[in-house]
């Protein structure tokens, strides 16, 4: 252990620890653009130079260890001086691009300017100022503007390091450096969107979130990435009712502060194709209807078949509560014996995040039925064969093709939006997206991790368990809950123990 | 003719519950008195505000700092510029900045133009309800010459948000102080024809005086300010007694009354607008050069539109301080100025960024008005109409 002083108070950390993470397990912040937690040291921003006594020249706080008896000053004039020069050459050759910018509001060199700087420009004309390339496509997600660029090389490192896909390099030398995709590369890894995330300014930004919203607007809620079973802790960014981007937070036992494409774009999943409206009719006969319609017409179609000719559905995307909900309605108000489990197909996997099972909830399913589910193929092998009549779905995703389920004579299909399964309904009900109901997924590791709701349902949408209980009074029969509250109360106590996630972002 | 019998014409023993108000026409302001009459006698009078609550200091917590403003406009919306004023220096107390001398006699020229605009339309109004309409249209139309000044140089006649944090929105356009001058000329003639028109009027007389009267150690009770306690006798005006801006460099006097009754409270209000032009008329002649608000490199101010149009530093300042506001740090202040009807406070609280916690004010009309039923209790139901109206109250302010 090592004893230090910071600003007057004293510290003891480990040995190896850096002044820049001593200071910042006391609370103090020392301002920073090319450290991050996650990644190697670089020092070349120099932002985080403090004073040391007995050492003649300011040194880098991320970079110098601590030593016994160290005394570290962060905010003497010098220390502020040398801030503030850093900013004012950064700013130097910077375009005046805060009102194109996607990233003004979350902008460290905003910050940092109104923080240690606030001085005007001493440059005197813009002719002055150096033009690089603008608006570079690196890759599917993700463009890069040379001018707004503070060459912090987190992205090289986080390709580097993180990805080990050293597709990123820096290219020239002085004020003419920039950063560059290796030649005959694109940045088309799976995590290309963390360069833009890891961008501490404007110079990589998401090519799917350019211009859509400014950053101030946007309300973050945390939540659970419903792109795959690792279960990423995430925040879902959403305004008005428009979700805009997904955005790691910090769980350093699961996915530490990073999130991968897919898991970043997952929000489209509350945005797009979205049943909003009861529906009665297939294919060209669909119509909306009113709610007491849709359900009356579900309920007659569903009373016609026989119990042991009668399915349910549970989904591998949906939450605990909502499957809980379903199973619990078919056992008791339909009568249902068989079980089946729909949702996406499986996908790309790696080391780092990615699942190859594409559905957050696979193992909440087995949690909430006690058994395990049977596979969605053979159900729609046995409504090819007729042998079953009758389903009530959750979920719009199918694993596999299922023209099968055209036969059958009454599919409910109780969905957020459209896909397969609604697609084949005769009848569908809107429910809500991930982003509109709180619930709780399992995800690969049996690890419980409950998420809040972030907006309230879009359109007609009504929450499964209301949904379910409206249906089973349809069927002249009940079902042991009557709304979320109560749904949430019953599948507590079944739950793997949830595993506390950490608040907060990317420094 | 159908006949009476004289028992019948006797006025009830009991007494008679009356509302005056809420959208009587002498209560400006909507306000209401739930009157309790014993013939024309007021045996009780219960004054019920909240007419006009908007919710203004819970709404000043879902903007910025600067965002605050306009609200203040709507306060006691006869001076906007005095409370305008007002919650600058409350958050300027809290920033610990002080604002450069030409914006501070800027301020104390548009504050006492302010002041002028108020006292006249309570005068008007309270004359005009007595039934001098002559002087009404007099000091109506004096304060429209001055909304005409205030109007070149805010761009509006009634809700200017002219004051910023850290200074004003710009600087006094060219040739203000002549034009000023003229209309506070004009303004002080059309003072003293009223003044000539009522203060000899025997039935003017007879409504106002010894009408409406509280004694000193009362009003002080009820928390009493500005010209309401001055007409008591008591010579408290925060100007002098806690200097801000620049008017411990200004002569003027505390005018005061004696009885605290309704005329002197109009007496009082006639000689603070001589006073107020004296004020204006020193500020103008010292009116310092140099900027009219603090400097930019300090973050509070909108920096120069040029340098925000052609350079990063500066555009990033504009930035912020519209997205997130300026950035007060934490703490707690309460400042008072002196307004119209008295010391207007501003109860501040910051948690730090770039928006309000909490923005309390302290209204010098609701303190005021709370006497209204000993002034009139006693008296006869017309009393009601001059107190009230020597009273002041503003909705706006009272109920915020």
Redesign the interface.
Known sequence: MRKLTIDGREIEVAEGTTVLAAARALGVEIPHFCWHPELSVAANCRMCLVEVEKQPKLQPACQLEVADGMVVHTDTPRVREARRAVIEYL?LH??????ICDQ??ECK??DY??LY?????R?WS?EGKVRKRKRVIFGPHVIYDAERCVLCTRCVRFCREIVRDPVLIEVHRGDHSEIAVAPGRTLDHAYSLMTAHVCPVGALTSRDFRFQC?V?FLVSTPTICPGCATGCNAFLDHYRGEAFRLRPRDNPALNRCWLCDDGVLAYHLHNDHRLTVPEVGRGDDARRAAWDEALAEAAARLRKVPKSQRAAVLSAEHSCEENWALATFAREALGVERFFETGRAAGAADDLLRHADKNPNRAGVREMLGAEPEPFERLVEEATAGSLRAAVALGAAAPVPGAGLQRLEALVSIAPRRGPLPDAAQVRLPSPSFAEAAGTYVNARGQAQPFPRAMPPRGEALEVPDLLARLARRLDSTVPFRSAADVRAAVGPRLPQPQPATEGGAP | MEEYREEELILPADPMVLNMGPSHPAMHGTVRCLLRLDGEQVVDCDVQIGFLHRGFEKECEAGTWTQVFPYTDRLNYASPLLNNIGYALAVEKLLGITVPPRCQYVRVILGEVARICDHCVCNAAMAMELGAFTVFLYLVKAREWLFEVLEEVTGARVTHCFCRIGGLRHDLPEGFGERLRAALQKTLAAVEDSEKLLLRNRIFLDRTMEVGAISAERALAYGWTGPCLRSTGVAYDVRKVHPYLAYDELDFDVPVGSRGDNYDRFVVRLEEIRQSARIIDQALRRLPDGPIAVP????VVL?DKI?T?????????H??IV??GI?VPPGEVYSYTEAANGELGFYIVSTGGGRPHKCRVRPPCFANLQALPELVRGRLLPDIIPTFGSINMIGGECDR
């Open positions: 700013l910077h375009p005046v691009d805060c009102p003004a509001g060199l905003q300017y109104m700087d606030r001085r005007a420009s440059l813009e400014r101030w | 930019d490199d300090l973050g920096p340098q149009y052609t350079t990063i530093e500066r555009t990033i300042q930035f912020k997205t997130e950035q």
